[in-house]
């Protein structure tokens, strides 16, 4: 797939619909649910899933760490009511959640959503959520360098893939928001 093998080091993606089954059923959904050019851009590559967690993913498939983005599940809450968004950034910075998260979901305090929380709440697979298939009353936070990549590697909701998309499609799905100054 053009314009994805930077990011997948020496693995070759495969157009990530022609495998649903390296896809958490949430993910297949997202996917499918994108324009035809947008889900026909993203490819998928299987993988060892003791090696889904983002530095060993790129050491052991020479894959950049700057291609990678990790998607964070943030929660926090205010009069009572849970808030939660999904919170994509490159690798090689960290997402603001106690100032740009915490004011966009309007809490006092934000923090990363227990595990087992962002398991259940999210259909996927701790170490492969991705921000295709989040909860539709989730707002999917990006990092402008995720936007501007040419390709970037994400979670697929499993954890024995990854997905390569360009940035661009990320900013496609439904509730995605763009925010100057998440990835510090």
């Excluded at 020479?62 to 490159?90: I, K």
């Excluded at 309007?106 to 087992?116: E, I």
């Excluded at 402008?144 to 697929?156: K, L, R």
Aim: charged share 20%; proline share 8%.
């Amino acid at each position: 797939m053009r314009g994805l093998e930077a990011a997948s080091g020496t693995l070759e993606p495969v157009p990530a619909l022609e495998r649903p089954d390296l896809l958490a059923a949430p993910v297949l959904a997202a996917l499918k649910g994108l324009p035809d050019d947008a889900a026909g851009a993203c490819g998928v590559v299987e993988i060892d899933p003791d090696l889904a967690d983002t530095a060993a993913f790129c050491e052991a498939y020479s894959s950049p760490m700057e291609a990678s983005a990790n998607c964070v599940v943030v929660a926090g809450s205010r009069s009572g009511e849970q808030r939660l968004a999904g919170c994509v950034v490159l690798a090689t910075t960290r997402a603001d959640v106690n100032g740009i998260v915490r004011k966009r979901i309007d809490v006092r305090k934000a923090s990363f959503a227990p595990m087992d929380l962002a398991v259940e709440l999210t259909g996927m697979e701790y170490g492969g959520i991705t921000p295709f298939g989040l909860p539709e009353d989730w707002p999917v936070l990006l990092d402008p360098a995720v936007v501007a990549a040419p390709a970037v590697v994400v979670g697929s909701g499993i954890r024995g893939s990854k997905l390569i998309v360009p940035g661009a499609v990320l900013a496609q799905l439904p509730t995605a928001e763009s925010l100057e100054g998440l990835g510090r």
